[in-house]
């Protein structure tokens, strides 16, 4: 990823901008493509089962309730600067939110959006990969370090 957004940049002439004027809601929804797209890799690798299978493994760990028990874990790990985002983005004035999920667990996850999309602008895959990681596993939402979700392996 980290080379990704440099790569993006150029190809497409993308000059950088100012991340301060990036609002918390435009954040959280970069932040959203970069939780997802690592969620779905690890759920992906190294099996052969059906889109379903796949589709629910993934969507128990992106959902906002879950994004809340990650961000909830995590919190003590972040920089001031990456407490400051994740608050921004939790406190942002969203007149959507999902049916699914009760207005606090997507607030939760909206800061939680808004801190991995702030960080994918830097650049700080690594950091963004340390604190997802720390994140599943702390909850349990990881079942080991091979990957393994429990919806897998029930579904």
């Known amino acids: 990823m980290e080379e990704s957004i440099s790569a993006i940049r150029s190809t497409f002439g993308i ?41 629910n493994a993934s969507a128990h760990i992106v959902k906002a309730e879950s994004q809340r028990k990650i961000t909830e874990a995590i919190e003590p790990l972040l920089s001031d600067d990456e407490a400051d985002i994740l608050r921004r983005g939790r406190n942002a004035k969203s007149y959507t939110h999902s049916k699914n999920a009760s207005v606090s667990d997507y ?49």
């Open 15 to 55: 000059a950088e901008r100012d991340i301060r004027t990036y609002s918390p809601l435009t954040l959280a929804f970069l932040g959203d493509g970069v939780f997802e797209i690592v969620i779905r890799s690890i759920v992906v690798a190294g099996r052969n089962v059906s889109p379903s299978r796949l589709h």
């Open 107 to 155: 607030r939760m996850a909206t800061g939680f959006e808004a801190l991995l999309g702030y960080l994918y602008l830097l650049g700080k895959d690594e950091r963004i990969l340390f604190l997802i990681k720390q994140g599943l596993e702390l909850t349990g939402l990881f079942k080991d370090h091979t990957g393994e979700f429990e919806e897998i392996n029930h579904a």
